[in-house]
């Protein structure tokens, strides 16, 4: 009986969560009964609020008809993804400025720098980056920041970008103390992923540093897992277990971060 009683104490509880998955490309599904069946997993987990970036123009269309399909629960960004700026960058980008201005979208993301992949296209993502920023301002919106292996040359950006109208998320930060402080002082928030979950990643020891009003959550579904799942397709259903794991980071019952992390996400996105 008392398993029982714990069991719907912890139910009863559950239903009170308020999540939102900051970060996500579930519209990979669109269409599908996947999508549906990955939505159904996200409110059976109190994640009711996913945030979708596009990466290039071809994936406007899903991004928006997933938006069309759970309106109550999706909100859209457009943007130009760093690894998808190539020589044809300036009409990529003319298409998703023509998108902007026949739909309402909640960021300018993903847009950023990765010199991963591809170092060679450096400064056309910075003219790409540049752009992008220049919409975010005129349309008063956040930007959604994609970046890897390129802290150095995205931070000597932003400061180049820096006014009060510029902010937003840095998304699936995975960088050290300083420059997540760094990020902060810029006016950004950190979006923090599967990776907190990864036993030698370090993230977890910043982390636990940083101060919950400064982040919010996300998936970055379908890719990076958190553990258990690490190595398989991730979903947005899996945001409880990097809630959890801050959580854990910072001696707070989940139903704390869920609150904390969603207002975050409230306050940045306007929605």
Request: aromatic share 8%.
């Amino acid at each position: 009986m008392l398993i029982n009683k714990l069991s719907l104490e912890s139910s009863s509880t559950q239903k009170t969560m308020l999540l939102t998955d900051t970060h996500t490309h579930i519209y990979y599904h669109a269409g599908t009964d996947k999508l549906q069946e990955q939505i159904q997993r996200c409110l059976d987990n109190n994640i009711q609020r996913l945030f979708l970036p596009n990466v290039n123009s071809a994936s406007i269309k899903p991004v928006f008809d997933t938006v069309a399909a759970y309106p109550e629960h999706c909100f859209p960004m457009l943007g130009l993804h760093p690894c998808d700026v190539k020589e044809n960058y300036v009409e990529e980008l003319i298409t998703i400025q023509k998108n902007l201005e026949n739909h309402k979208v909640h960021a300018i993301g993903e847009i950023g720098l990765d010199l991963y992949w591809d170092k060679s296209t450096l400064n056309i993502q910075k003219d790409a980056f540049r752009t992008q920023v220049q919409w975010a301002k005129e349309l008063n919106l956040p930007i959604d920041i994609h970046c890897r292996d390129a802290f150095s040359e995205l931070f000597e950006l932003l400061e180049e970008l820096h006014d009060d109208r510029l902010y937003g998320v840095l998304h699936c930060f995975t960088g050290t103390l300083q420059q997540a402080q760094h990020a902060i002082d810029l006016g950004f928030a950190l979006g923090i992923g599967g990776v907190v979950t990864f036993k030698k990643a370090g993230l977890d020891n910043v982390v636990k540093e940083i101060d919950l009003k400064h982040i919010v959550l996300e998936t970055d579904a379908p890719y990076l897992a958190p553990v258990p799942f690490r190595g398989k397709e991730n979903e947005s259903s899996y945001l409880v277990y990097i809630a959890q794991k801050v959580a854990d980071l910072h001696h707070q019952p989940i139903e704390k971060i869920a609150e904390i992390t969603t207002a975050n996400s409230q306050r940045i996105f306007g929605i």
